[in-house]
C-alpha cells in the first residue's frame, strides 16, 4: 500500500534544517539522517526545539567499539513537516566521551542523558540532574551501606564535581518543623513494580516530589541483539504484557524500515487490528484500575467485564491473550477468517456501544468528578517540555499521535479508515480518564472497520523478506496505548541476521519521568491516583536470562524457577 507523504523530504531538510558542510543520508519512510559535530548538538537542538517546535523523541547512543560513541538525538518534525523524522548524529571519542546536555533546552533529554552515562559512560557536561536514575544512588559505593557522608545536607551546587554526594536520592531537605518527607517504595501495593517516590508534605498537601527508578533491568535490548531480527519479535512483545501488540509492531517496522519492505494490505490490515485491539483492552484495564483506587468498585468490575470480551477476540485471532507471536518480516504469520471477522465485528460494535455507556457513566459520575478533577495538574507547555506522550499529552490539549503524525506503519490514512484524535483541555486526571474513555470508542470503529474489509475479502498475509543491507539504520514509531513507542535499530556491518545495535523508548519512560511535576500540589490522599494516571509501566515482565560464566552458555529462567532459585538462596 502506498502513502502520500511530504514531497521532498530530502531538499526541504538540506535548505530549511540541514547546517552547511555536514553530512545527511535520507532513509525510509521520510526519515533523514544528519550527522553534526558534538559541540553543535546544543546549536542544533535550540534550532530545532525553538524554531521549529520539534519534539524529542529520543536521545541515545550506540556503541562502535573502536571507533567511539555514536550520540544519536531522534526529532519529530511532523507538526511542521508530514511525517519528517530526523536522526541528529554526533561522533565522540571513547577515551574521553563528552558531549553537552540539551536538558536546559528541553527537559524531556535528562532522563536519556543519565542513561547514557550510566550504560556507556557518556558524560552530558552541564545536565540539571547529574545523579543516578537506572544505578543505585550510592554506585559505585557500597549499594545498602546506610551511611550518608558527613556534612552532606541534600544539597547539589552547580559548581560541584561528581562525587557521591551528588548520587544521593533527595534534593527535599525539610525547612519547616510542619513538614515532613514520606517515602513510596521501592515495592507498594498501590504500585506493583518497583520505583520510589518521595513526597514532602505539609499537612496534607504535596509540596515537593521526586522519583527514583531503575530496580529492574533486564537487558531487553540485549538479548534482541544476540538472537536476530526474527527472533527479536518474541523478545520485543515482552517488553510489556500489556503493551505486547504495540510493541510488535514498533519492532517489525523498524525493521522493515531496514530495507525495501513490501507487505500486503490484508496483513496492515490485521496489524492494525490487534494493535487496536490491544489499545482497548489496556484502556479498559487501565480506567479499572483507577477505579478501584478511588472506590468505585463497580466501574472496576464493569470495565474488567467488558475487557474479557476482547481478549477473546484476540485469543481466537491469535491463539494468545498476552503475547500474540504473530508479527513477522513482511507480514503476519496468522489470517483472519471471513467467518471470524464477522463474528467479532458483531462483538465490537456492541462493545462500542457499552463503551458510550461508559463515557455518559464516567464523565458525570459524583466519586469519579470529586476524586480526579483538578488532580495532577499538567499544562500543555509543562507537557511539551517533559516530553508527555500518549493520553497524558492529548489530556493537556496536544494533539499528538503517531497514527496520525507518522502513518504509514498500519492502515490509519483517514482516506482508507475513518477515525480521528482525541484531546482534552481540563489537562489533570479528570482529563486523562475522559480521553481515554472516547479512544475506547475510536478504537472500536477502526477495530470495525478492519474486520469489515476482512471479512470481504482474501489475500496474501506476508511477502518474504529481503536481505538487511548492511549498516543500515531506522526508526520504528507506533502509538501504544500509553503514548508512543519508539524503536532504533542499526544493521550489522558484518552480520545479516544480526542487528549491530537496538534501543527502544517507551512512552513510560517519558511520562513517569513528569509524575513528581503533577504530584506538587496534590493531596496526600491523590497521590496513587496521580502515579496511576500516567499508566506506569516499569518492570513488565518478570524474565532472566543466566550467562555461565565459565563456558559462556545461556538459558531462561521461568518464574517457577526464578522462585525456587530466590527461595534456596534465601535460606543460605
Not at 511539551?384 to 503524525?405: E, L, T
Not at 502513518?407 to 480521553?435: M, N, Q
Amino acid at each position: 500500500m502506498k502513502f502520500e507523504g511530504a514531497p521532498d523530504i530530502a531538499e526541504y531538510v538540506k535548505k530549511e534544517i540541514y547546517p552547511d558542510g555536514l553530512e545527511y543520508v535520507p532513509l525510509r519512510e521520510n526519515r533523514v539522517a544528519v550527522r553534526v559535530a558534538p559541540e553543535d548538538l546544543t546549536k542544533v537542538a535550540e534550532l530545532f526545539v525553538k524554531k521549529y517546535e520539534a519534539r524529542l523523541i529520543h536521545a541515545t547512543a550506540v556503541d562502535l567499539e573502536f571507533k567511539g560513541f555514536e550520540v544519536l538525538h531522534i526529532y519529530d518534525f511532523s507538526k511542521k513537516r508530514d511525517r519528517l523524522v530526523v536522526v541528529v548524529k554526533a561522533l565522540v571519542e571513547k577515551d574521553n566521551p563528552e558531549i553537552p546536555s540539551i536538558a536546559n533546552i528541553t527537559w524531556q533529554a535528562a532522563w536519556a542523558e543519565k542513561e547514557m552515562k550510566e550504560l556507556l559512560g557518556i558524560n552530558p557536561l552541564g545536565t540539571p540532574d547529574p545523579r543516578h536514575q537506572f544505578l543505585p544512588y550510592e554506585w559505585p559505593n557500597p549499594v545498602e551501606s546506610g551511611s550518608i557522608p558527613e556534612g552532606n545536607k541534600f544539597e547539589t551546587p552547580a559548581s560541584a564535581t561528581q562525587t557521591k554526594e551528588m548520587y544521593l536520592p533527595l534534593r527535599m531537605p525539610i525547612e519547616e518543623a510542619y513538614q515532613s518527607l514520606i517515602p513510596i517504595g521501592p515495592y507498594h501495593p498501590g504500585v506493583i513494580e518497583g520505583q520510589i517516590v518521595y513526597v514532602k508534605v505539609e499537612g496534607e498537601q504535596v509540596v515537593a516530589a521526586d522519583i527514583k527508578t531503575g530496580f529492574h533491568h533486564r537487558g531487553i535490548m540485549k538479548l534482541i541483539e544476540q538472537r536476530g531480527y526474527n527472533k527479536g519479535a518474541f523478545i520485543a512483545e515482552r517488553v510489556c504484557g500489556i503493551c505486547s501488540a504495540a510493541h510488535g509492531l514498533a519492532y517489525i517496522t523498524c525493521t522493515e524500515n531496514l530495507y525495501e519492505a513490501e507487505v500486503p494490505d490484508r496483513a496492515l490490515y490485521i496489524r492494525t487490528l490487534l494493535v487496536e485491539l490491544n489499545r482497548i483492552h489496556s484502556h479498559l484495564l487501565w480506567i479499572g484500575v483507577v477505579a478501584d483506587v478511588i472506590g468505585w468498585k463497580t466501574g472496576f468490575m464493569l470495565t474488567w467485564g467488558l475487557r474479557e470480551r476482547v481478549m477473546d477476540i484476540i485469543e481466537a485471532i491469535t491463539g494468545n491473550r498476552v503475547n500474540y507471536g504473530i508479527w513477522r518480516m513482511g507480514g503476519v504469520s496468522r489470517d483472519v477468517s471471513q467467518e471470524l471477522a464477522e463474528k467479532a465485528k458483531r462483538t465490537v460494535d456492541n462493545l462500542k456501544e457499552e463503551c458510550a455507556k461508559l463515557l455518559a457513566l464516567v464523565a458525570e459520575h459524583p466519586v469519579v468528578k470529586s476524586r480526579l478533577i483538578g488532580v495532577g495538574p499538567l499544562t500543555k507547555a509543562q507537557a511539551f517540555d517533559g516530553g508527555a506522550v500518549g493520553p497524558v499529552a492529548r489530556a493537556s490539549n496536544w494533539k499528538i499521535d503517531v497514527r496520525a503524525d507518522n502513518p504509514p506503519h498500519a492502515i490509519y490514512d483517514p482516506k482508507i479508515v475513518s477515525w480521528e484524535v482525541i484531546t482534552d483541555d481540563h489537562c489533570d486526571t479528570y482529563g486523562r480518564t475522559l480521553v481515554r474513555v472516547k479512544e475506547l470508542l475510536v478504537s472500536c470503529g477502526i477495530v470495525s472497520q478492519c474486520l469489515e474489509y476482512l471479512a470481504k475479502t482474501t489475500g496474501e498475509i506476508r511477502i518474504k523478506p529481503k536481505s538487511v543491507p548492511a549498516g543500515a539504520e531506522a526508526v520504528g514509531l507506533n502509538e501504544a496505548p500509553r503514548g508512543e513507542l519508539a524503536y532504533y535499530i542499526r544493521a550489522s556491518d558484518t552480520d545479516a541476521n544480526l542487528p549491530h545495535s537496538i534501543r527502544i523508548r517507551t512512552p513510560s519512560y517519558r511520562n513517569n519521568a513528569i509524575i513528581p511535576l503533577m504530584l506538587v500540589g496534590s493531596n496526600l490522599a491523590d497521590v496513587p491516583v496521580v502515579m496511576g494516571s500516567t499508566d506506569q509501566c516499569l518492570a513488565c515482565t518478570d524474565r532472566v536470562e543466566v550467562i555461565n560464566e565459565k563456558d559462556g552458555t545461556r538459558k531462561s529462567l521461568t518464574w517457577d524457577q526464578l522462585i525456587n532459585l530466590s527461595r534456596r538462596a534465601s535460606r543460605c
